[in-house]
């Protein structure tokens, strides 16, 4: 169960809390029950944690020390960088960190530095570029692809986030999953997820 223990001086307790990740004002705890499932198509239908609807009023800092100090989310050197210096929705970290409760996520990245600034093959500017999205290209040591669940899983998790905390775009590679609320399926996103705000 993830949970947001304690932002600057407010406190929030946790339920059986098993593993803490020291993340300066913040520790989130880490394990626990699992989740219950999210179900095929009935995103509002799954039920979500109170850590995770917390993570919608966590202090951005706190949210970026968490992400930076997550033992199951690798960053890549200039994602990295784009925490460090506040370049990143706050948003996007709280969604990296409900996927992580579940999912390990690996050489994560962009954000913003180093992907282009418009959407590949148009003339609109891209949420990364404001630091609104990012990619992912590995959920549970594999590359993303139709064949990852473990991958697949986390397009339904997030997709079950309620409307303040779920991403406008959720960029996979299934398209049977576009059913579900701001997901989208195309070459682009054939080999990563992608999580994007709007505004």
Known sequence: MLTKILVGVGALLAAVPVLFVAAGMVMFTLGGDEWPPVRENSAAAADLPPGALA???????ALAAAVLSHPRIGLRPAARRDVERGAVDPRVLAVLLVVAERHELSWVGPF??????????THRPSNHAFG??????????EAVTARNEGARDAVRLVAALPPSMRPDETGCPWADLEALEGVFSDRSHDDHLHFGFDA
């Open 55 to 61: 993570l919608a009023e966590a202090d951005p800092d």
């Open 112 to 121: 913003a530095t180093g992907h282009s600034f418009f959407v590949h093959g």
């Open 132 to 141: 609104r999205a990012v990619d992912v290209p590995m959920v549970d040591d």
